[in-house]
């Protein structure tokens, strides 16, 4: 890499890093304040929903934003923004003024910044670096953003312990503008020439030449429709129906809960790494179905030491069982890695920069799609019936798609060609 190409990489992670750690501080934290307020895993389950589904509605349209304007730009914006509600959320805490309402309302916004930012800097990533360091660079960032997660949790549930979740905001708050100011400074050259016209029509039209980008690829949708369905049986057993049973059926307190969720990111660093030196050259297809096949395991694992005499016998929320999920956590997300990684690399080599923001953002909104859909499914749910239950079932099912895939998807959902 250039030096400018190294100085430009570093900012955008270091920018990263720091609007992380905040975002972790306060994701952890806020499930805690509403289940500590409520005590309902319907409500939980509806922030996750707010925190997800507006942004992924919005979505088509940032991808077409991300295409026609300054990617630096709508970048260091929304942190601006996002810090700027926050901080907003924080003065209101302090006030007495906060309640749900408030917050999932606040929480609608920043969900869709969130989906305009994600647009933006996702699709501009592949072109601050070159074509032949991207798999590097991809484990690098991912393991960056892993120290951020490993440290968000652990000092939310401290900070929410201690603080409240007033002071939680304001950390945040402060990061996304901290990490606004480190962006400003990267150099950073538009993929296009000349003033862009938005429009409703071209809106419509550039969403559509995302889609049939997609469609034109049998591997990405085969890749696609997995993806939608393993998101809507996992992602919630590991946002909705674990801190539930670690909380409310287990009785873990908020700093033991802060630990266990840094597991999983944790994982995701080791994983990072490994594919970043040792890995780096491995073939996809291998780390693809390595990382599903432990992945699956785990989950077995983690579902059966949900049920109630499994708990009896390691004391209740002791320790013990919090260092063995923390091992099983942990390992689910190395095998995160091995997935993630080479898939998320492959996108970027197949994607032309143009349509990149397009092409993102709706393979985002099918493969997230069903993630709050799950959540709001799975918090209902747990109100009816225990943890254990919802977990077991949703691993049973997971296996049966993942052989399926491996089974069925061809070659080009691993090695896709490259396109120009």
Not at 45 to 72: C, E, Q, W
Not at 185 to 191: A, E, G, K, L, N
Not at 233 to 257: C, D, H, N, W
Request: no cysteine; proline share 4%.
């Amino acid at each position: 890499m250039t030096k400018e190409q190294k100085r430009n990489f570093w900012l955008y992670s270091t920018g990263r890093l720091v609007s992380l750690i905040g975002t972790g501080v306060q994701m952890i934290a806020l499930p805690l304040y509403i289940l500590d307020l409520t005590g309902s895993g319907t409500l939980m389950g509806t922030f996750s929903l707010l925190s997800m589904l507006p942004g992924l509605i919005f979505s088509p349209i940032a991808g077409v934003l991300g295409d026609r304007m300054n990617r630096k730009k709508i970048m260091v914006n929304m942190d601006y923004l996002r810090g700027i509600i926050i901080l907003f959320m924080a003065y209101s805490a302090y006030q007495g003024w906060m309640n749900i309402a408030f917050i999932f309302t606040a929480q609608v916004f920043i969900s869709i910044l969130d989906s305009i930012f994600g647009g933006s800097t996702e699709a501009m990533f592949p072109d601050l670096v070159p074509i032949d360091f991207l798999t590097k660079a991809n484990s690098v960032n991912s393991s960056i953003n892993s120290v951020s997660r490993i440290i968000g949790p652990i000092l939310g549930g401290i900070i929410y312990g201690f603080g409240g979740i007033k002071v939680v905001f304001l950390i945040n708050g402060i990061s996304f503008v901290i990490s606004a100011i480190s962006e400003m400074f990267i150099t950073y050259v538009p993929h296009f020439e000349g003033k862009q016209k938005i429009s409703f029509k071209s809106m419509f039209s550039d969403i559509k030449e995302g889609v049939i980008f997609i469609k034109g690829r049998k591997g990405l949708k085969e890749l696609l429709l997995f993806v939608m369905i393993v998101n809507f049986l996992l992602a919630p057993i590991l946002t909705i129906v674990l801190p539930y049973v670690l909380r409310q059926e287990i009785g873990f307190t908020s700093e033991q809960y802060g630990i266990t969720q840094s597991s999983f990111t944790v994982g995701i660093l080791i994983g990072s790494i490994l594919i970043g030196t040792i890995f780096s050259k491995n073939n996809p297809k291998k780390s693809v179905t390595l990382g599903l096949t432990v992945e699956a395991i785990m989950l077995f694992i983690i579902s059966g030491l949900f049920f109630p005499n499994i708990v009896t016998k390691f004391g209740g929320a002791s320790w013990t069982l919090l260092i063995i999920l923390y091992i099983n956590l942990m390992v689910i997300g190395v095998s995160n890695a091995f997935i993630n990684i080479p898939i998320d690399t492959n996108m970027q080599k197949m994607t032309p920069t143009k349509v990149r923001s397009r092409v993102f953002t709706v393979v985002g909104l099918i493969a997230q799609g069903a993630v709050p859909v799950g959540a709001q499914i799975y918090g209902i749910l747990l109100d009816l019936m225990r943890g254990y239950q919802i977990a077991l079932f949703a691993s049973i099912v997971s296996v049966i798609v993942i052989i399926l895939f491996l089974k069925i998807a061809p070659e080009e959902t691993f090695n896709p060609k490259p396109v120009n």
